[in-house]
Nanobody, 117 residues
């Protein structure tokens, strides 16, 4: 099984930056990819970006150039660097860890981010 823990959420002003962290612990399996998603109240969860074991990244169009996913020092740990945050955004940010075969996805509990005016 996989356990994920996110951290780093909080209150930030519009235009500011915030970095989230995620650490995954996996028992008897290999994590192929890790990603970030967010869900605002009343809205569906949306994909932000992901990074594979080989370091390849991809991002949603609306965050490309503002958000960066990178590896942390520990295995199965990543960051989400968010710059130029848009105002009045309140969302829970979730970290995910996945496998390609079989296609499985595991989720953390999320960390809340509020962007004020």
């Amino acid at each position: 099984q996989v356990r994920l823990v996110e951290s780093g959420g909080g209150l930030v002003q519009a235009g500011g930056s915030l970095t989230l962290s995620c650490a995954a612990s996996a028992t008897k399996l290999t994590i192929d990819r890790m990603g970030w998603h967010r869900q605002a109240p009343g809205r569906q969860r949306e994909f932000l970006g992901a990074i594979t074991r080989r370091g390849s990244t991809n991002y949603a169009d609306f965050v490309r150039g503002r958000f960066t996913i990178s590896r942390a020092g520990a295995e199965n740990s990543i960051y989400l660097q968010m710059n130029n945050l848009l105002p009045a955004v309140i969302a829970c940010y979730y970290c995910s860890a996945g496998r390609f075969l079989p296609d499985e996805e595991y989720w953390g509990q999320g960390t809340q981010v509020t962007v004020s005016y």
